[in-house]
């Protein structure tokens, strides 16, 4: 079964390789979708891909890598779509 992901993690994940990391484990998991940081010290990322990979995914994400700190992290599942074909880092979003 697909599923789709948009997730928001807080704490200690900007300027800790979290966007690099992330794109390096779902190019190994084979996820699509996307990472970028926040101008409010957050990360948003829209996961794609078979549900169990994508919450292997999560998982990761609720992590990050070594020297972050994940504080708090939110999922919302919302309607597959299929529209990513690789997974990217794109730039800051400033809201």
Known sequence: ???TV???VEGEVQGVGYR???WS???RLGVSGWVRNLADGR???IIEGEKETVDKMLGWCSKGPP???VRNIKVEWVPYRGEFKTF???Q???Y
Do not use: D, L, N, P
């Open 67 to 69: 020297g972050s700190y």
């Open 88 to 90: 990217e880092i794109r």
């Open 25 to 27: 484990v779902a190019r």
């Open 6 to 8: 948009h997730v928001f």
């Open 43 to 45: 990360v948003e990322a």
């Open 92 to 94: 800051r979003h400033f």
């Open 20 to 22: 690099a990391t992330a």
């Open 1 to 3: 079964m697909k599923a």
